[in-house]
């Protein structure tokens, strides 16, 4: 009868013991951002790369996407004025089921400029 009062205990502490060796970006719940030249632009998607590594990464848009803003976030923009060839700044994340989708687009006047600079 005393063992199976421990089952419990043992039980939890395994979970704990899962809990914690589970990567970061597990269990990280944040957006991510990713910097680069347009390469496509589509109703449905955004291709971006990143010319100091050469990574290019597409990003879902879903319908009627309107998250487009200038680098400060003050301004916003038609998903229109995002064209092949400007520097971009995308937050995203892969939770709606492991794509990768923007959230919000923001249009850079260089390549040295970050998200919220003036």
């Known amino acids: 009868m005393i063992r199976l009062a421990i089952l419990p205990a043992i039980a939890t502490a395994a979970a704990a013991g ?10 990280a719940i944040t957006n991510s951002t990713f910097y680069g030249i347009t390469v496509h632009v ?3 998607n955004i291709k971006v790369q ?18 487009v803003f200038s680098p400060d976030g003050k301004t916003t923009y038609q998903m229109s004025k995002v064209r092949a060839g400007q520097y971009v700044g995308i937050i995203y994340d892969q939770k709606a089921l492991g794509v990768r989708h923007a959230d919000k687009i923001y249009i850079m006047d260089n390549a040295n400029q970050r998200i919220g600079a003036q």
């Open 18 to 27: 899962l809990i914690a060796t589970m990567p970061l970006s597990a269990l």
């Open 42 to 44: 589509s109703t449905q």
């Open 50 to 67: 990143d010319p100091r590594t050469k990574q290019v990464l597409s990003f879902m848009l879903v319908p009627k996407f309107d998250q």
